[in-house]
């Protein structure tokens, strides 16, 4: 497994590693203890940590964790008291001001998290001991001490670019027509994919798990193939019928879907993975007259979204959910992130307010502008921007990747996965995406409610959070290279901090008298 310093041992835990290097890697147990006790110099120094005994967090103190983009610091610890100032008070006088209502509510966290696809899952079985795999999906799934605590996955339904091959889940003989699903299967699932999913799950019984297919069955599409095609319309109850199919071989397998999206990416398709273009007029009767009726029959549980695309074409949404008969079925509308901006999200939101809002899939990897942006563009944009636009789960992509950005068939060659797996060896490294993610993941709790922060100052974003336990969190990314200066108040009370040039700090805190 993943060694750990406890918590305890130092005051200055940093369950990342106290010296990981840009790729997050792997450090022994001992050499963190060793190379702690320097690091909390510039801990001191720099946030006013782990340096010193500090006693358990009460409500004049606010816990305090920090990221930097070079991931010299990871998730590294600290407090700063309330009106006290901090180590670096002095640079704080002209503190830029974030101010906090926590009465003024916006909408409910459903979670973060990651797609556990084929390749991830391939990697976690085939590639690593099973003391390995049992520490990295605790550390991803869990939240003790270790864990980040994602409570939202995505999972594929078929293949998808990170699959090894392509296939769906009814592919008759010579491609016949199958319109009974007699060749409906999840074998080709059981080996790797399903029982992550199920050690997902027995970590947090409470995970939310939504479902996309990439392309219908080859025999129900114009162009007889998984890559491009569209669906035709004979097959339009034969769709729905395999998409309720799958909800319930996967409940027979011990996996609750909570929600579907009807197509992954309808306008696009892809040259070499499966693919299938359904446009706005062919979605609305597709889950008005077919996929919606049935569901609310057979599968009340099971929410339905739209869209599962990018933010450029908010039209796309806003035609389904015009229509009448689909707009009732439809839940909310899912949202990627590789085109357009998250206001997008608000836009269409603003015109259905009764509809829930998702991102459901964005992958870091080697182009611009994540390369130069790094980590602090990936919280500014995913994890705050996403949330203040409504956005009640956030998804980012493969979980898993390995040095090589795969397997893959077809599609994305420059991907990276939350975490990367050594292929040879399973050990991990943790990319910018995971640190993202757990900055968020590991202190917003299910349910908890994304409430009223100020808006963006110059490089400086952030978003705030009351879980049900009343702490608050607060999430802040400095793109400036520089230190910046920020000070944090919520009615009477206020605290003041440096943030590190290129770095996300999340702060939790809890009100006076509790």
Not at 11 to 19: A, S
Not at 326 to 346: F, T
Not at 378 to 399: D, H, P, S, Y
Request: with cysteine; glycine share 10%.
């Amino acid at each position: 497994g993943v060694p750990r310093v406890p918590t305890h041992e130092k005051n200055c835990f940093l369950p990342m590693g106290c010296v990981a290097g840009a790729g997050g890697g792997r450090v022994s147990a001992n050499a963190r203890v060793r190379r702690c006790a320097g690091w909390s110099l510039l801990l001191a120094a720099m946030l006013g940590g782990c340096a010193r005994p500090s006693p358990p967090p009460g409500t004049d103190q606010v816990q305090v964790w920090t990221t930097t983009a070079d991931h010299r610091l990871a998730l590294a610890p600290s407090r700063v008291g309330f009106d006290a100032g901090d180590a670096v008070d002095g640079a704080t006088t002209g503190a830029a001001l974030i101010e906090i209502d926590a009465s003024a509510r916006h909408q409910q966290m459903v979670g973060f998290g990651v797609s556990i696809t084929d390749a991830s899952a391939w990697l976690i079985r085939q590639k690593m001991s099973p003391a390995q795999r049992e520490a990295l999906l605790r550390e991803l799934f869990g939240r003790d001490d270790d864990g980040i605590g994602f409570d939202f996955a995505r999972l594929t339904i078929g293949a998808s670019d990170f699959s090894r091959h392509h296939y769906s889940l009814d592919d008759p003989p010579e491609g016949q027509p199958d319109p009974a699903l007699r060749h409906f299967s999840l074998d080709v699932n059981r080996g790797d994919l399903i029982p992550v999913a199920r050690q997902a799950l027995a970590i947090n019984p409470e995970l939310w798990i939504m479902a996309s297919p990439w392309s219908a069955p080859a025999w129900m599409k114009d162009s007889g193939h998984l890559i491009t095609g569209r669906l035709s319309p004979d097959h339009y109850d034969a769709f729905a019928r395999y998409l309720l199919r799958y909800v319930e071989a996967m409940a027979g397998e011990g996996i609750s879907i909570r929600a579907l999206t009807v197509q992954n990416e309808p306008d696009f398709e892809s040259k070499d993975y499966p693919g299938m273009r359904l446009n706005a007029p062919a979605r609305a009767r597709f889950i008005g007259d077919h996929l919606g009726p049935l569901l609310a029959r057979q599968a009340p549980q099971v929410q339905l979204f739209d869209w599962d695309h990018n933010w450029d074409k908010l039209e796309e949404p806003l035609a389904v959910l015009a229509d009448p008969v689909a707009a009732r079925y439809v839940d909310a509308v899912a949202w990627h992130c590789y085109a357009g901006q998250p206001v997008a999200q608000s836009q269409v939101r603003r015109a259905h307010p009764d509809v829930d809002v998702y991102m459901t899939e964005c992958s870091g990897g080697d182009w611009e502008p994540v390369r130069s942006g790094g980590l602090t563009l990936q919280v500014e944009r995913l994890i705050v921007e996403t949330t203040r636009n409504w956005a009640r789960g956030v998804l980012f992509w493969n979980l898993a990747l390995d040095e090589n950005s795969g397997p893959h068939a077809g599609g994305c060659g420059n991907c990276r996965g939350v975490v990367t797996i050594d292929s040879k060896t399973g050990e991990v490294s943790r990319t910018d995406d995971y640190y993202a993610l757990a900055h968020a993941s590991r202190f917003v709790r299910r349910g908890a409610w994304r409430v009223a922060s100020s808006e963006a100052l110059a490089g400086v974003a952030n978003v705030a959070f009351v879980n049900h336990d009343d702490s608050r969190v607060l999430v802040v990314s400095n793109a400036d290279p520089q230190p910046r200066a920020i000070r944090v108040r919520e009615g009477g009370r206020s605290f003041r901090h440096l943030l590190p040039g290129g770095s996300v700090v999340t702060f939790r805190w809890h009100p006076a008298g509790r």
